[in-house]
């Protein structure tokens, strides 16, 4: 479970996460971390919200975003807010330089149960070498979390994480995985 100032960390992509503050401090009205990204990390996929809004503000180097489809970099102290259903996906541009961003997704929703999941899979090999874990992995989770790719319609990717997500958990996949996040009951 997310608590105040634990950090968690992605051995494969490189990012960690500082919670400020978690959705049982906010009582589900927002939640707010640090991201800090490794030289050359990324979200490797361009996704959506359909129910929150993320607030991005640069603490410390750049960050490049691109918002649909249009690339902009946000430099220390600049922000922006992405609203839901906005496809957008970020990276840290330098090759020699950590990226740090403050982010907000209000509501919380289950982000902070999504990222434990995410890093968990991620630091036990179960994903590729970008960080993404396999498609019937991500069907199984889609509609739980609430986060789909941008690009099919958001109905079409319920309906496939409904039907190929339930052929991924008869394979052993699972939409949460209680020793990734053991103490949250938002499940």
């Known amino acids: 479970m997310a608590t105040k100032n634990k950090t968690i960390e992605n051995s494969v992509t490189g990012e960690r996460i500082t919670w400020l503050e978690t959705s049982a401090d ?4 927002y939640l707010r971390f640090i991201m800090t990204l490794a030289p050359g990390g990324q979200l ?15 603490r410390k180097g750049i960050i490049a975003m691109e918002i649909e489809g249009r690339k902009t970099l946000l430099a220390e102290g600049q922000s922006k807010v992405i609203d839901r259903h906005i496809p957008h996906k970020f990276s840290n541009p330098s090759k020699d330089k950590e990226v740090e961003v403050e982010i907000t997704f209000t509501p919380a929703g289950k982000t902070e149960v999504f990222l434990e999941q995410f ?3 991620s630091n036990e090999g179960k994903t590729n070498a970008e960080g993404t874990p396999a498609f019937l992995q991500l069907m199984a989770m889609a509609n739980t979390f609430e986060i789909y ?10 309906i496939m994480s409904v039907v190929i997500g339930g052929i991924g958990r008869l394979l052993g996949y699972k939409r949460f995985y ?3 996040s053991p103490d949250t009951t938002k499940i």
Do not use: M
Not at 44 to 58: C, G, K, M, N, W
Not at 149 to 158: E, N
């Open 44 to 58: 490797p996929v361009t996704h959506i919200h359909p129910s929150q809004t993320e607030r991005f503000e640069t």
């Open 119 to 121: 890093f968990g899979l």
């Open 178 to 180: 209680k020793k990734y």
């Open 149 to 158: 790719i941008a690009g099919p319609p958001i109905i079409i990717q319920k």
């Open 26 to 29: 906010t009582n589900g009205k």
